[in-house]
């Protein structure tokens, strides 16, 4: 029995994660879930948007598997998410997108996975005005050694172990000589140390272009922080988007999964929100805990459900008279 933290999250997040926990309950895996809060509800509920009993749970899990939470805009609190990948060091964010035969889009044969650096960089949190009148703001982007060290080589693992050919590294080094000259040195570094690897480099904003014209060329990504967070909301546009791309938070002794969307306001208590990406993060977490049958099956079952495009959400199929829930109970019928 693996005992898992539960973080339903706001907005759309209680609904896909009832669909997703429904999924992996149905998978065969064993699963003990410790309910917790975190997010716009926990600051309402018990005025903090991260309870000390969240964070006493993931102190003893270790995994948690976590809907989308509402950043708390303007009232001093910094970014949850971002506070949880620091605290635990979940340096390594990685998000795969993938075409899927029943989604059309303007490719059909996209496979790239973004490893994000997920602790440094411009999240590090370091921004503060530097005049009393508040009229000169000022970020501060820390890039290690050590941290590019651990993200990188990360990346080049990754793609060993799933058989991937190559790892693009993109960075911004022409400008930012010191932070992305550090992240690309090392980046160069690592590379000598896998042969059976390809390598390559490209500035960012030239990358954003050639994964628009020619995603094929992309394998594995490994980026700094915020290029990462947004080339992977690229990503998750070639493919039918945010409601399909998973994300893990990976640390050394701790691991996060959620997908890459926010809590989706707009369309949150109608029933419309695709739970897709968060049951892909399921799928994940079931690896990550070693039961990869059961990660197969969820994964065979989500294909099934997505590619035949009948009990699918509306953004999958405008036409499709399902919702989240009716999606939810196709996946759980499907599974084998
Ligand atoms: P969002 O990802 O919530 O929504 C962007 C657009 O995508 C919206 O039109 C939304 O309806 C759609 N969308 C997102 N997920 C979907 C799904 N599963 N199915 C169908 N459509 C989906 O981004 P936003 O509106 O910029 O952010 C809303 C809130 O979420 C903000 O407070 C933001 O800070 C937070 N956020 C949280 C996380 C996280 O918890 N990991 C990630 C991103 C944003």
């Not at 609904?15 to 926990?21: F, G, N, R």
């Not at 998410?81 to 795969?96: C, F, T």
């Not at 109608?270 to 799928?283: D, E, H």
């Amino acid at each position: 029995m693996h005992l898992v933290t539960l973080i339903k999250g706001d907005g759309i997040g209680p609904s896909i994660m009832d669909e997703a926990v429904k999924v992996i309950d149905a998978s065969g895996a064993k699963i003990q879930w410790e309910e917790a809060h975190a997010g716009l509800g926990a600051h309402e509920k018990f005025g903090t948007p991260l309870p000390e009993e969240t964070m006493a749970s993931f102190d003893k899990t270790r995994v948690a598997f976590k809907g989308p939470l509402t950043t708390i805009v303007g009232t001093g609190f910094r970014s949850i998410n971002v506070a949880l990948r620091q605290k635990y060091e979940l340096y390594a964010n990685v998000r795969p997108a993938k075409s899927w035969a029943g989604v059309k889009t303007r490719y059909d044969d996209v496979d790239i996975v973004i490893v994000r650096e997920n602790t440094e960089g411009l999240y590090a949190g370091l921004e503060h005005y530097l005049t009393p009148k508040k009229d000169i703001a000022e970020s501060l982007a820390v890039v290690t050694r050590s941290g590019s060290e651990r993200i990188i080589d990360y990346a080049f693992k990754y793609a060993r172990e799933n058989n991937r050919k190559k790892v693009t590294v993109c960075h911004k080094a022409n400008i930012l000589k010191y932070t992305q000259g550090l992240f690309l040195d090392v980046a160069r570094e690592t590379a000598a140390r896998y042969p059976d690897i390809q390598f390559d480099e490209k500035i960012i904003d030239a990358a954003c272009m050639h994964m628009v014209m020619n995603p094929q060329q992309f394998d594995v990504v490994v980026c700094t922080n915020m290029f990462g967070d947004i080339l992977s909301d690229l990503t998750a546009g070639l493919v039918g988007g945010l409601g399909l791309i998973p994300g893990a938070n990976i640390g050394n002794d701790a691991a996060l999964f959620e997908a890459v969307h926010g809590s989706a306001p707009d369309i949150a208590g109608k029933n419309l929100a695709n739970p897709t990406a968060v049951i892909m993060a399921g799928a994940m977490m079931l690896s990550h805990l070693g039961e990869q049958e059961a990660a197969e099956r969820v994964v065979k079952a989500v294909e099934k459900v997505v590619n035949e495009g009948k009990y699918v959400t509306p953004d999958l199929n405008p036409q499709s008279k399902a919702g989240t829930i009716e999606m939810g109970n196709a996946i759980v019928d499907a599974m084998e």
